[in-house]
């Protein structure tokens, strides 16, 4: 991985060189590195910023896009803008609850039911969020929701009895320990691997959003679709510190703005995106199903587990988090 942090035009060091006045405006790199393919809504999203960054600046803010994974995987996403090995960075947020129970605060299951709990929700978590993520040495730019999180499956799921021993692909320590819960084996597989998981046999089931399924074309190998929506879960997207501060006044509100126009878009386009990735996953051949009861119960008395497990870790910020989401209910 090549470092790029601020570079200037070949033409400005060109006139530093020769001792001239620099006329050029000084023009600044960022390479944003991300972990979704370029065809997902959330990329989609990020390049609409990027490009809105670019036109407000004048192309004075340059930020080149690496989708689907291809600068560093989603895991290492936060590590690497943190050390500005990335200026910008988009990753999901429940995967990093490990290093603070904040991050996994969306995740938690049947804690807001719709998009706009969903909402609510982002609002009671972000001044902790942007807290963790402050000490993490990164600004929060924005926070998009991915559509409600289903379980998909090679075979029909009843109850939670019949996730025991099912292959259950995981992306978070919440969905580690339901797999764990229901007797499922629990194997982590990114994003960017899933179709080869799926190919290979390494995983049978999984919980993700329509828009992932439809992505990644999950109905060539899953048959079953339960619509749960069992939580409504986050990427944050944000950039290094010191790249921030750097900026001129002009440029990070230009940033500022372009990110409040991705925030709201990409809330938008995520309702817009879950609608039409179900009719794709029909049209696939996939059996587009409500839960049974049973599975309902089932899985509503495990999130109580892994809901109290969180609140145990998360200590008074979890509450306090907690206690305002429900004020704001
Ligand atoms: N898709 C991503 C994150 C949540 C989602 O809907 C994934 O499955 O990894």
């Known amino acids: 991985m090549k470092r790029r942090d601020f570079c200037t035009t070949g033409a400005a060091l060109a006139a530093a060189g020769l001792g001239l006045p620099t006329l050029a405006q000084a023009e600044t790199k960022w390479d944003f590195a991300t972990a979704y393919p370029a ?37 290492e996403i936060k590590r690497a803008v943190q050390t500005g090995n990335a200026q910008m960075g988009e990753f999901f947020l429940v995967s990093f609850q490990n290093e603070s129970q904040i991050f996994g605060a969306d ?25 963790a993520l402050d000490k993490a040495n990164q600004v929060l730019l924005y926070s998009v929701a991915w559509p409600p999180q289903n379980i998909y499956s ?43 998981a799926l190919a290979t046999g390494v995983i049978e089931g999984l919980i993700t959003s329509s828009a992932t399924g439809a992505d990644n074309k999950l109905y060539e190998h899953l048959k079953y679709f339960y619509e749960v929506q069992a939580w409504i879960p986050k990427n944050a997207v944000t ?85 305002a989401y429900n004020k704001s209910k």
């Open 107 to 131: 995740g938690l299951p049947f804690l807001a039911k719709d998009y706009d709990d969903a909402f609510k929700l982002y609002q009671a978590q972000k001044p902790f969020l942007e807290a």
């Open 239 to 323: 950039v290094n510190k010191k790249a921030f501060s750097a900026l001129p006044k002009a440029e990070q509100d230009a940033v500022r703005q372009a990110a409040a126009a991705a925030e709201k878009r990409g809330w938008e386009s995520s309702r817009e995106v879950n609608t039409r990735s179900i009719e794709t996953l029909k049209k696939g051949g996939m059996q587009v199903l409500a839960p049974s009861d049973q599975l309902k119960a089932d899985l509503v008395k495990v999130g109580e587990v892994v809901t109290k497990e969180w609140v145990e870790k998360a200590g008074a910020d979890g509450k306090a988090l907690l206690d």
């Open 39 to 75: 065809i997902n809504f959330h990329s989609k999203n990020n390049q609409q910023f990027v490009d809105d960054v670019a036109a407000a600046t004048k192309g004075a803010l340059k930020i080149q896009p690496h989708f689907g994974a291809s600068l560093f995987k989603m895991p």
């Open 154 to 196: 090679t075979k029909p799921i009843n109850s939670a009895a019949d996730l025991k021993g099912l292959k259950w692909r995981v992306y978070s320590p919440t969905t580690a320990r339901i797999g764990e819960l229901v007797g499922a084996t629990p194997v982590t597989i990114q994003e960017a691997e899933l179709a080869q």
